[in-house]
């Protein structure tokens, strides 16, 4: 029987012959979407915590913030193996001496890869050819995990993203000439889209060869401007039902081969105004993939 969708948990105990554990790196950096050289504020959704809000506090160093987790998760799932995750913000802007450093901080026992998260806009070849030599001599496996969101440009300026398609589409490319893995982050309810977005959205990562997908549905916060936006009725977001159809229909029109590392992701509840239809990520997870098996369908189904 084919597999409903190319999952994430699955792959990593293929390629690294156990499970795998991901631990999130705060370090006290910004954004040129915060900072004013593309913008201010950040994306209308992002609040001031970035995405890292699981994360501990960025005064510890990259190596306490890895080990301190790697003792927790380690006793907890009797984990070996992690990917050191530079989660929150933009982690390749800023000073090369300084992403240098934290990169080879995290470099210590049982990381078997690191994984940086960053915007298509900020992929610079200097920074590149470091993390390759730096494969090349550790033996560490290097991952970008790009923010896209979706692929329709008057979206991305509604939600003052700062780039378009073309950032997004070099930055693939320039990680490709590297032989890096690449992760998209995507949003597939976002208000201003609708089900041609989400899959057109599918045949260009599809057609870009891109190795990974994160799928996350919109959540809000309370003092950002989308959530002023929402408190305001200036826009309405799908209902639960029509999100997992989207996420099907996603999937169908994805390749096969494309990892998922998540369908719906998770969100801080303190001083939210939306967070999952007020359910939980897993219970989402399930009825998505009640659906896929209702369907009788599977990633990469309708994929040309």
Request: with cysteine; charged share 25%; aromatic share 12%.
């Amino acid at each position: 029987m084919k597999k409903l969708y190319n999952e994430y948990s699955t792959y990593l105990r293929e390629k690294y012959g156990e499970k795998v554990y991901k631990l999130p790196i705060n370090i006290p950096i910004t954004c040129p979407n915060r900072d004013g050289t593309k913008g201010t504020g950040g994306c209308t959704f992002c609040a001031e915590v970035g995405t890292g809000f699981e994360s501990l506090e960025n005064t510890l160093s990259v190596a306490e913030q890895l080990r301190k987790n790697m003792t927790y998760i380690g006793k907890r799932y009797n984990a070996k193996k992690f990917i050191a995750y530079f989660q929150n913000y933009t982690n390749t802007y800023m000073p090369f001496e300084i992403f240098k450093t934290y990169i080879e901080e995290a470099a210590i026992e049982n990381i078997v890869e690191i994984d940086i998260s960053t915007r298509p806009d900020c992929i610079d070849e200097k920074y590149l050819q470091f993390l390759y030599d730096f494969r090349e001599k550790s033996g560490v496996e290097i991952t970008f995990e790009l923010g896209l969101q979706t692929i329709n440009y008057h979206t991305l300026d509604k939600i003052n993203r700062g780039h378009g398609i073309s950032e997004y589409i070099d930055a693939i490319l320039k990680l490709k000439k590297y032989n890096f893995i690449s992760c998209t982050h995507l949003i597939l309810n976002l208000p201003w889209d609708d089900m041609r977005d989400v899959i057109e959205t599918a045949r260009v990562i599809s057609a870009l060869n891109v190795e990974q997908v994160k799928i996350h549905s919109l959540y809000l916060m309370k003092g950002t401007v989308m959530g002023n936006q929402y408190e305001n009725n200036e826009f309405t977001i799908c209902s639960k039902e029509e999100y997992i159809d989207r996420v099907v229909n996603f999937l169908q029109n994805l390749n096969d081969g494309i990892v998922i590392q998540r369908l719906i992701g998770r969100a801080p509840k303190e001083n939210s105004l939306f967070v999952n239809w007020n359910t939980s990520w897993w219970k989402i997870k399930e009825e998505i993939e009640e659906e896929m098996t209702k369907r009788n369908t599977y990633q990469g189904e309708l994929a040309k």
